[in-house]
């Protein structure tokens, strides 16, 4: 496996460090310690999607990064509206699904930015890990579900970016949800984590994937 012991890797095993320690953090303050099973099911679904990529179970990573953008448009939600992290927590089930479905997050995400849902960027990312996800006539580019031949250098490139990017994502939506609360406002002196392996994991992932996706 050419990207054993390389950047890459490191990268990640960096982003996962760092979540296993903003879970923590999450758990020691009273205002975040209800939500900190968030930024473990996130790290969780890294994990998968890291070991999926590497034994060539490329569907799975799609599954996986798909929640990883719902547990990012719930927190980015929190940030903009903090009284709604109790709210999801206490109501029904009927109407946490009616106030807090990905579409209903992203709706209200969209008009903050005085735009349309289907005119934001990720409108096309989400809809395409949906598009994966369920039974449709559309297939998957990189394999369908089952093993799936990664000799081309593409194909894991592809899914590493995914796997980057989604992180990336991730971290600044937890910064920024971790600025709003009053025992992390020093954070508003940084301009985010300073992680440094995973950052350089982003920027060659971003590299090769634009090298084979002109």
């Not at 579409?103 to 969209?110: D, G, N, T, V, Y």
């Not at 990720?122 to 809809?127: I, L, P």
């Not at 995973?198 to 090298?211: G, Q």
Request: hydrophobic share 40%; net charge negative; charged share 25%.
């Amino acid at each position: 496996m050419h990207y054993c012991g390389g950047a890459t890797l490191k990268g990640c095993d960096e982003l996962l460090n760092h979540l296993t320690a903003v879970e923590l953090t999450f758990r020691a303050d009273s205002q975040l310690k209800d939500i900190a099973f968030l930024i473990a099911r996130a790290r969780g679904d890294f994990e998968t999607a890291l070991e999926t990529t590497l034994a060539g179970l490329h569907a799975v990573v799609f599954d996986s990064m798909r929640d990883v953008m719902e547990i990012e448009f719930l927190l980015r939600d929190f940030v903009d509206n903090p009284g709604h992290m109790n709210e999801w927590l206490t109501v029904s089930d009927r109407k946490r699904r009616e106030k807090f479905d990905p579409a209903m997050l992203r709706k209200r995400f969209a008009e903050r930015q005085g735009s349309k849902p289907e005119d934001m960027i990720e409108a096309k990312d989400y809809k395409a890990h949906s598009q994966y996800l369920h039974v449709t006539p559309y297939s998957n580019p990189f394999g369908s579900p089952g093993f799936v031949d990664d000799s081309h250098p593409g194909i894991l490139g592809a899914y590493f970016w995914e796997l980057l990017e989604h992180g990336r994502r991730l971290i600044f939506v937890i910064f920024r949800l971790q600025n709003n609360i009053e025992t992390f406002q020093a954070l508003s002196e940084q301009n985010g984590p300073n992680l440094p392996l995973f950052h350089d994991a982003w920027e060659r992932s971003r590299i090769r994937y634009a090298m084979w996706n002109p």
